[in-house]
């Protein structure tokens, strides 16, 4: 689904590369994090998935498209195709939280009625079903983030980037979010998700790719992650059970048993 | 849905920049004004020339009694060089001489006698102080140097002349106004694109966070920018409208109600050449809109 071949990325000439020589691929279907410190590339990669950025060198393949040879005015058709969560939200304070989904819809051309069914259809999966009416600043964090995610997935992208999505985030609520990316991923969505959370990564148990200065130092199947500036200090939980067996299929236009509170 | 969502955001983009919209389109219309003034001051001159040159001739004065000129050292022209000048129009100047009139010094002294019945400022003049000429009536009027070449020197002719010099001091004028009319219409052009870019960024720079989310979900480059560039164009086709509207108030006013009820002899341009220029106007109010949006745009709305 994502492929990095050799992917060097320079901002500025003679400075340090962000993304150094990284190689990864990530399947169909996969859930991964992208974990290192501040700095790392984690950003890095995704803005080159997003082809905000090209590669100095090497290649980036996203869903069988070379992002090299991509001509810019297929860039937004790639773009439909992957769905973007970050970690200060980005929605729209003027707009209603039906708005807000509704606008990713409405701006890639979606008929009025295609957008009436696949909004509140998504703002229930996300667990926000009668709150369509509220405004960004009268949610809680995790609600606004998870109105961000309703956005981001509306148009059910078969890639979904998240930026640190539980950054500004308390733990409870950082735990409903990533069972909420738990349960987009099931429907066949491959995630990638960037974080320094130690915690979230090492209950998830999913696959952990790890930077370090623009390389990929591990690439971990079940892994955890270690925060370099905690020093070696102990995981407050040693053996985390994965948050839900990855047994049960979930249908692609998920139907809902609502979403974990918060 | 596509149609009707720009609507929406250019309504809002319009509104959020009301005093700058006002702005844009108030600049419009004054640089648009001048330009159609220009416009309108050549059709004007146009008008007159069809209107003046279908009515001047070229006169070609024969030697008088008495002539200083070095083709009169013969005297008065004679009966067979006059015969020799009408075979020279006949011929020579057949494509470009349309009548010929000959006006005898008798027929001169008649129709000044007629002018000034009691003879000009005081002299008596006679017949023998007129002088004969031919009065030709050119197919192309701007044909004149033509005819100047074969006629002067010839025997016989003292001066060729063209009536057309009377009217070129006033044309020097009018002509020097559209210009200045233009002068002013090019710095004011250039306030007006200035305006209509920064009006566009600011525009830009306060929907920021929906454009970067409408990047994000992979709207097209087409439909980020066009509320934008619709805006701008939106607020200069106002003003060349305004700019429309007020040629075609001062037209109908000054010249078709006032200037035209008070000296009739003229031709002048009327509402109908206002309607002729306005799509000039409109066009240019266009390209305007869309040099600013193109200079602005593709830096602050990039994929």
């Known amino acids: 689904m994502i492929r990095f071949e050799n992917v060097t990325k320079v901002y500025a000439r003679g400075a340090r590369p962000a993304v150094d020589d990284v190689s990864m691929e990530v399947r169909r279907g996969e859930f991964v994090f992208l974990v290192g410190a501040s700095g790392s590339g984690k950003s890095t990669c995704l803005h080159l998935i997003l082809r905000e950025e090209r590669p100095t060198s090497g290649k980036v393949f996203v869903a069988g498209r070379d992002l090299r040879s991509l001509s810019s005015w297929k860039v937004p058709n790639l773009r439909r195709g992957i769905g973007v969560v970050f970690q200060d939200f980005r929605l729209l304070p003027n707009k209603t939280v039906f708005e807000n989904v509704a606008f990713a819809l409405q701006v890639i051309g979606k008929p009025r009625h295609t957008i009436a069914i696949t909004v509140p259809e998504t703002l229930e999966m996300v667990g926000l079903a009668g709150k369509e009416k509220r405004r960004p600043h009268e949610l809680s964090g995790g609600e606004q983030q998870r109105v961000a995610i309703a956005r981001a997935f509306v148009n059910r992208p078969p890639i979904l980037l998240a930026d640190e999505p539980t950054g500004n985030l308390d733990p409870t609520t950082s735990l409903g979010i990533m069972r909420l990316l738990d349960r987009i991923n099931r429907t066949g969505t491959t995630v990638v998700m960037a974080t320094h959370d130690d915690d979230i990564v090492n209950q998830m148990r999913k696959r952990v790719i790890e930077l370090d200065t623009g390389r990929v130092v591990r690439d971990q199947a079940h892994g955890s992650y270690v925060r370099s500036d905690e020093e070696t200090e102990p995981l407050t939980n040693p053996d985390p059970a994965p948050m839900s067996a990855p047994t049960t299929v979930v249908r692609r236009s998920a139907h809902v048993d609502a979403a974990a509170g918060e | ?303």
């Open chain 2, 1 to 303: 849905m596509r149609f009707q969502f720009i609507l929406t955001e250019i309504g809002q983009g319009l509104r959020r920049n009301l005093s700058m919209t006002i702005s844009v389109v108030l600049v419009t219309f004054v640089s648009l004004t001048f330009v159609g003034a220009g416009l309108l001051l050549q059709a004007q001159i146009d008008k007159l020339k069809d209107d003046w040159y279908d009515k001047v001739e070229v006169s070609v004065f024969l030697c008088p009694v008495g002539s200083a000129e070095a083709t009169c050292a013969g005297g008065e022209a004679s009966p067979e060089q006059i015969d020799a000048l009408e075979t020279v129009f006949d011929d020579e100047l057949g494509d470009q001489v349309e009548r010929v009139y000959f006006e005898s010094k008798e027929d001169a002294f008649a129709s000044f006698s007629e002018q000034y019945p009691d003879g000009y400022l005081g002299t008596q003049l006679t017949v023998d102080d007129m002088q004969a000429s031919f009065r030709l009536k050119l197919t192309d009027p701007q044909n004149y140097e033509v005819v100047n070449d074969v006629v002067t020197g010839r025997p016989g002719v003292e001066v060729v002349e063209d009536q057309r010099r009377i009217f070129d001091s006033l044309f020097l004028a009018l002509n020097r106004a559209s210009l200045m009319s233009a002068g002013l219409a090019a710095v004011m052009l250039l306030a007006a694109v200035l305006l209509i870019t920064t009006t566009i960024r600011l525009s830009a720079l306060s929907r920021r966070r929906e454009t970067g989310i409408m990047r994000l979900v992979g709207a097209s480059n087409l439909f980020i920018q066009l509320p934008f560039l619709l805006e701008g164009a939106i607020a200069a086709v106002l003003g060349a409208g305004l700019a429309v509207g007020g040629l075609w108030l001062t037209v109908k006013y000054l010249v078709t109600d006032w200037l035209a009820e008070s000296v009739t002899w003229v031709a002048y341009v009327d509402g109908a050449d206002v309607l002729r220029i306005a799509p000039v106007l409109l066009g240019i109010a266009f390209l305007l809109a869309a040099i600013a949006s193109v200079v602005t745009l593709n830096r602050h709305t990039r994929v």
